[in-house]
Antibody
């Protein structure tokens, strides 16, 4: 399976970030799908996951600002994060959770997309 | 959240020698009901995403060379590369998935001496 992130590389402070992850080589309906980010200051940080039936989990530290959704017709899932600040500047990754219901470890990752928050 | 702490932060090892990375969790990640440690290891090369090496603390992901091994239990874990190859230069991360949110160590940078 291959994953590819897409979305803007530059977001203004207070605006909303929208990212999409396109999954190829496998069905999006069979796994849980996650977003993570990586910055020099915070390292690797888990954002949350989405599954069919609108099942979601969000990191409590980001829960008030994050929404994830899944589009089975396009084999895509997406992330929306509101009220962006410079502290949200990071490389954002989409990833597949290896085995549904077993634990949150990640066996496939997208290449990552750098999101810079700046006016 | 469970805090994962790796040591050392960086490591230089000669080609063909053993490399050892340590990871300590702030609480046990062992589930006594199934005797599984909820810990994974990843390798991240420059400009690339992390790559899964090991899960359940010691189960190698398909396709990962057998020079990579994981050990440990409860709060103390080790990733060992038995004979360092040039392509193993990378940053290595441990990750716990015992509780949500899953959390990662700060990374250990492995270089060739």
């Amino acid at each position: 399976v291959q994953l590819q992130e897409s979305g803007p590389g530059l977001v203004k402070p207070s605006e909303t970030l929208s990212l999409t992850c396109t999954v190829s080589g496998g069905s999006i309906s069979t796994h849980y799908w996650s977003w993570l980010r990586q910055s020099p200051g915070k390292g690797l940080e888990y954002i949350g996951y989405v599954y069919i039936g609108a099942t979601t989990y969000y990191n409590p530290s980001l829960r008030s600002r994050v929404t994830m959704s899944l589009d089975t017709s396009k084999n895509q899932f997406s992330l929306k994060m509101t009220s962006m600040t410079t502290a949200d500047t990071a490389v954002y990754y989409c990833a597949r959770i290896a085995v549904a219901g077993e634990g949150l470890w990640f066996d496939s990752w997208g290449q990552g997309t750098l999101v810079t928050v700046s006016s | 959240d469970i805090v994962m702490t790796q040591s050392p932060d960086s490591l230089a090892v000669s080609l063909g020698e053993r490399a050892t990375v340590n990871c300590k969790s702030s609480q046990s990640v062992l589930d006594n009901s199934n005797n599984k440690n909820y810990l994974a290891w990843y390798q991240q090369k420059a400009g690339q995403p992390p790559k899964l090496l090991i899960y359940w603390a010691s189960t190698r992901e398909s396709g990962v060379p057998d020079r990579f091994s994981g050990s440990g239990s409860e709060t103390d874990f080790t990733l060992t590369i038995s004979s360092l190859q040039a392509e193993d230069v990378a940053v290595y991360y441990c990750q716990q998935y015992y509780t949500t949110p899953p959390t990662f160590g700060q990374g250990t940078k492995l270089e060739i001496k």
